[in-house]
């Protein structure tokens, strides 16, 4: 736990995030307890935590499972509102004494200080995965002005999006079965790359394609949002391009250039790509 180091700021969010993620909790104002449980997985466990908590007249603010449980056992996160030290140790030593589906019970209280629950590491579909906020992306991208310049910054930063482009493609949308049709697919494979743009946090993205040209409107985009933070003035969504041209490329066959049109970097409310396609979609 970490003393707040920083003046409170409100906070704002989508109305239906893609992904949230319980790794860091602030307890400010008042005690809070973070309490992670490692459970039997059968049906009716859940159940008779929450009913031991409610019994205690115990808060339960937050309740998840930080992955999808399978096998034998699995794992439970619960905030719990109003719970201080020697609450929490109360509850904990009751807990496990449900020796029949509690194998292990963690907890750690606080008020005015981070929580950092033990949940392992983060994974996407078993991959191993890591969290980066748009603060240290901001300042990761005023760092890389300063020492590679802004020209060479914004080619480096295209070459990684078109590596995770390909990746996205051919590791993951491989995976969907094929739809009958050419039309059917390309129309698949876009439905997709918006779905993964969501779920990665990198915007939601609205597409439209006509003849030779696709153009993605993305709102919220992350990448664009950080570098305006940073004090980049112009268009800014390198990564995104590449992730664009590596993913089109491989769905459509096709060579494909991105060039970002709209950009909340200079002012625009949303960032917008054209791509452009150097040969005809249908021969």
Known sequence: ???????????????????????????????????????VNKPGVASRIIDEIARRGINIVKITTPYMVTGDRGHLLLILENCDESCAEGLKRELEGMRDIVLRVEATSGMDVFLFPMLGGL??????????TQGMVAEAIRQGVKALGRSELSQALR????????????????????????????????????????????GDVEYELKGLEARFKVYGGFECEAARDAGV???????????????LELAFGRRVGVKEE?????????????ASFYEPLSE
């Open 123 to 132: 994974k996407l579909l078993g991959d191993k995965s890591l969290v980066l």
């Open 233 to 247: 003035v112009g268009t800014a969504g390198d990564f995104t391009s590449g992730v664009l041209e590596g993913y």
């Open 159 to 202: 070459s990684l999006g078109r590596g995770v482009g390909v990746f996205i493609y051919k590791n993951l949308y491989t995976m969907l079965s094929t739809p009958p049709s050419p039309e059917a697919q390309l129309k698949a494979s876009l439905e997709f790359l918006v779905d993964v743009f969501k779920a990665l946090g990198l």
């Open 262 to 274: 709209k950009c909340v970097a200079r002012g625009d409310s949303h960032c917008e790509y054209k």
């Open 1 to 39: 736990m970490f003393k707040r180091l920083l003046a409170r700021k409100s906070l704002s969010f989508r109305a239906q995030p893609a992904v949230e993620i319980d790794s860091v909790i602030y307890a400010g104002g008042r005690y809070y307890t973070a309490m992670v449980l490692e459970l």
